[in-house]
């Protein structure tokens, strides 16, 4: 797929994301504003239905006391509405139960305010004043008996026609809290919801570009494998057609000649191919390794002994620094010996003038470490969280004068992994690179 196209339906699908986040919210803001309005006509039923208790409970007194009317009726006349509700405890139960029964649970605070005297008489289960105290005719009200007042919620009490002697007041303190815990788990649910779509949407885009990367990288490797097996190709057609030639043929030393280099040609690519088989082998299962005993000491020597000729060549210098008093481990000897190698060659080829190669080594806590340093071309920070990638290499423009398929550092971390060990690079460029490489003494018991 092209990038233009991949970038089309991420667009498409950042527009889809953002209108389904737009709308969401609005549901969210929906959803609170739905709670809150019956929240808040709950609230008013309850108190509409404890008023109409509060009639019902007086006329059923009234009808079963029949003496008690003409005091009734003076009670009536003189709107002493503190006379006519019951005991503050019992009222505030009255309230308690009506909402509860709605499912309102949280703190309130109630009053029940005289029209005759412009003041509360009963404010949060206690009397305020007495029947007989004197009319107030310029209220000063507290804090908190503003708080009522200003209260949306409000009943009257005894209602006759468009009179009434008094108000049933109610303020809650912590409706807006209450209003978010009743309505948090629909809210967490469609936050959820949209979080795991979210995090779906970036994966997806996440391994749509790694899996281009993948492709793209699939690519270079062919093309570079097809670069690398043509020059051994060319070569050993050329010495094959040079062995036929009548010249060439009569001539032991030039056929020898010729045949040798048919055969490192041909060795050449057997190594690359079983390079490839063996990266194939590790994603496919688990590698089999043979452990013995291994002097790494030893290893190491003979990898810097196989590669000073090379480094010579291009008048450099490689040495190797001993400083490990252990170096026997438990390892496959051929596979610890490629990986030696793979590092080594690493730094002699990008390395282009002069390399000057250090192979140290050091005793740890239950491993020996290995630091092979040079001073080539280094690495930037964004190769160095690839580098040990399959495929991966280094860009140096349209040069291809460093040669590879991008598979040796992949192949030498698979290596070590199935040691249990570690490896890590620190470099910088144009100043080189550091490969520090950690394998246990021991492996452990599986």
Same mark, same amino acid.
């Given at each position: 797929?092209? #990038?233009?196209?991949?970038?089309?339906?991420?667009?498409?699908?950042?527009?889809?994301?953002?209108?389904?986040?737009?709308?969401?919210?609005?549901?969210?803001?929906?959803?609170?504003?739905?709670?809150?309005?019956?929240?808040?006509?709950?609230?008013?039923?309850?108190?509409?239905?404890?008023?109409?208790?509060?009639? &019902?409970?007086?006329?059923?007194?009234?009808?079963?006391?029949?003496?008690?009317?003409?005091?009734?009726?003076?009670?009536?006349?003189?709107?002493?509405?503190?006379? #006519?509700?019951?005991?503050?405890?019992?009222?505030?139960?009255?309230?308690?139960?009506?909402?509860?029964?709605?499912?309102? $649970?949280?703190?309130? #605070?109630?009053?029940?305010?005289?029209?005759?005297?412009?003041?509360?008489?009963?404010?949060?289960?206690?009397?305020?004043?007495?029947?007989?105290?004197?009319?107030?005719?310029?209220?000063?009200?507290?804090?908190?008996?503003?708080?009522?007042?200003?209260?949306?919620?409000?009943?009257?009490?005894?209602?006759?026609?468009?009179?009434?002697?008094?108000?049933?007041?109610?303020?809650?303190?912590?409706?807006?809290?209450?209003?978010?815990?009743?309505?948090?788990?629909?809210?967490?649910?469609?936050?959820?919801?949209?979080? /795991?779509?979210? $995090?779906?949407?970036?994966?997806?885009?996440?391994?749509?570009?790694?899996?281009?990367?993948?492709?793209?990288?699939?690519?270079?490797?062919?093309?570079?494998?097809?670069?690398?097996?043509?020059?051994?190709?060319?070569?050993?057609?050329?010495?094959? &057609?040079?062995?036929?030639?009548?010249?060439?043929?009569?001539?032991?030393?030039?056929?020898? #000649? $010729?045949?040798?280099?048919?055969?490192?040609?041909?060795?050449?690519?057997?190594?690359?191919?079983?390079?490839?088989?063996?990266?194939?082998?590790? &994603?496919?299962?688990?590698?089999?390794?043979?452990?013995?005993?291994?002097?790494?000491?030893?290893?190491?020597?003979?990898?810097?002994?196989?590669?000073?000729?090379?480094?010579?060549?291009?008048?450099?210098?490689?040495?190797?620094?001993?400083?490990?008093?252990?170096?026997?481990?438990?390892?496959?000897?051929?596979?610890?010996?490629?990986?030696?190698?793979?590092?080594?060659?690493?730094?002699?080829?990008?390395?282009?003038?002069?390399?000057?190669?250090?192979?140290?080594?050091?005793?740890?806590?239950?491993?020996?470490?290995?630091?092979?340093? &040079?001073?080539?071309?280094?690495?930037?920070?964004? /190769?160095?969280?690839?580098?040990?990638?399959?495929?991966?290499?280094?860009?140096?423009?349209?040069?291809?004068?460093?040669?590879? $398929?991008?598979?040796?550092?992949?192949?030498?971390?698979?290596?070590?992994?199935?040691?249990?060990?570690?490896?890590?690079?620190?470099?910088?460029?144009?100043?080189?690179?550091?490969?520090?490489?950690?394998?246990?003494?021991?492996?452990?018991?599986?």
């Amino acid at each position: 797929m092209k #990038r233009r196209s991949i970038w089309i339906i991420i667009g498409l699908m950042s527009i889809a994301m953002v209108g389904m986040g737009a709308l969401q919210i609005y549901w969210i803001n929906w959803s609170i504003k739905l709670g809150k309005k019956n929240i808040e006509v709950s609230i008013q039923d309850a108190l509409r239905s404890v008023a109409k208790n509060l009639s &019902d409970q007086e006329q059923k007194q009234a009808a079963a006391n029949p003496y008690s009317r003409e005091a009734e009726s003076l009670r009536r006349n003189l709107q002493s509405i503190a006379q #006519r509700l019951p005991p503050p405890l019992n009222l505030q139960q009255l309230i308690d139960r009506e909402l509860e029964s709605r499912g309102i $649970f949280t703190e309130y #605070r109630y009053g029940v305010f005289s029209s005759q005297r412009n003041s509360f008489v009963i404010k949060n289960g206690n009397y305020q004043v007495d029947d007989f105290s004197p009319r107030v005719t310029v209220p000063e009200y507290t804090d908190s008996e503003l708080q009522l007042i200003n209260s949306k919620y409000k009943t009257p009490l005894f209602a006759l026609g468009i009179t009434t002697p008094g108000y049933l007041y109610m303020y809650f303190p912590n409706l807006n809290s209450f209003i978010w815990t009743s309505t948090w788990k629909s809210l967490l649910a469609a936050l959820l919801f949209t979080g /795991a779509i979210l $995090f779906c949407f970036i994966y997806t885009i996440l391994i749509v570009f790694r899996q281009k990367k993948v492709s793209e990288m699939k690519t270079d490797f062919i093309n570079n494998m097809t670069h690398e097996f043509k020059t051994p190709i060319a070569t050993i057609s050329l010495a094959a &057609d040079s062995i036929q030639s009548p010249m060439i043929s009569g001539n032991k030393d030039k056929v020898n #000649r $010729f045949a040798n280099i048919i055969k490192q040609e041909n060795k050449r690519m057997l190594e690359q191919v079983e390079k490839v088989l063996q990266m194939a082998k590790f &994603d496919r299962e688990n590698l089999n390794l043979k452990l013995a005993k291994v002097d790494i000491h030893i290893l190491i020597q003979q990898a810097v002994d196989n590669i000073s000729l090379q480094v010579t060549q291009k008048e450099g210098s490689i040495e190797s620094v001993f400083r490990a008093d252990k170096s026997i481990i438990e390892a496959d000897e051929n596979h610890i010996s490629n990986i030696i190698h793979n590092l080594l060659d690493n730094a002699n080829k990008y390395t282009p003038q002069k390399p000057t190669i250090k192979v140290y080594t050091k005793d740890k806590a239950e491993s020996i470490e290995i630091i092979i340093e &040079d001073n080539g071309i280094g690495l930037s920070r964004e /190769a160095q969280k690839h580098i040990f990638e399959k495929f991966y290499r280094v860009h140096t423009g349209n040069l291809h004068d460093v040669k590879g $398929f991008g598979l040796g550092l992949s192949y030498v971390k698979a290596l070590v992994t199935a040691h249990s060990g570690s490896i890590s690079v620190k470099s910088e460029l144009g100043k080189g690179s550091r490969f520090i490489l950690n394998l246990p003494y021991l492996q452990s018991k599986q």
